[in-house]
């Protein structure tokens, strides 16, 4: 079997979320004891906890629920770059080495596009200085053929945007997006990505997760 690579964070009570966003709660409905043979939960969190998939509802008051988004941008051959120390916003010039050519052969660029910005990302606060993607980076990917970018910060976006210009951008060109990714541990190259959301038919986004395996 290839090698997978994990690369969902936990998710549970010390989960970090976006300020004033719905913490991850946990009760327990039924407990296995006389007259109960299962456990049973209740699970109340944000759809944008852990690893997830953001649906155009997020960023588009008429756009599709995650539930109505096609599946074929979330699972597929991929590549991870690392941009880890690149400041707030994700440039172009933080990612070009991992184009094709030079080191990287004559390998085309995935379809997918997976960015590291931390050495270790945070898994218990959450980042307000969080990196991002500079927009004219999104557009450029797109230009290239990219259908679905992902970063390991919380949002592709900066924590204070109201415009959200990273996220208008994908909105414009047909992007999907994955966030809070836990890339650690994965080393610069191409893989196979799946990160499928669940069929949630009215919601913003969707908890995925999300593992990468070598590509043969």
């Known amino acids: 079997m290839p090698k997978i690579w994990d690369i969902s964070p936990p ?10 966003d719905t913490v991850y709660q946990q009760t327990w409905c039924a407990t296995i004891g006389p007259g109960c043979p299962v456990n049973v939960s209740a699970i109340t969190l944000s759809p944008h906890a852990g690893a997830h998939a953001d649906a155009p509802l997020h960023y588009d008051a008429t756009g599709k ?36 050519g030079g080191a990287w052969g004559p ?12 050495e270790k990302m ?14 004219e980076t999104v557009a450029r990917l797109a230009d290239l053929g990219v259908k679905l970018i992902g970063i390991d910060s919380a949002s592709i ?9 990273s996220h208008q951008t994908i909105r414009q060109r047909g992007l999907r997006v ?22 949630f038919t009215t919601a913003d986004a969707s908890p995925v997760r999300a593992i990468l395996r070598k590509l043969p």
């Open 65 to 100: 629920a995650i539930g109505e988004v096609d599946l074929d941008a979330f699972i597929g051959p991929c590549r991870v770059i690392h941009a880890i120390g690149c400041g707030p916003l994700v440039q172009w010039q933080h990612i070009e080495h991992a184009m094709s």
């Open 122 to 135: 945070p898994q218990t606060a959450f980042d307000n200085a969080l990196p991002a993607f500079a927009p």
């Open 178 to 199: 994955l966030e809070n990714l836990l890339l650690d541990d994965v080393p610069e190259g191409d893989y196979e990505l799946i990160a499928l959301p669940l069929k």
């Open 157 to 165: 976006d900066p924590a204070d945007s109201k415009a959200l210009p």
């Open 11 to 20: 998710v549970n009570a010390q989960s970090p979320v976006f300020p004033g």
């Open 107 to 118: 390998a085309p660029l995935p379809q997918r596009v997976l960015v590291r910005v931390y």
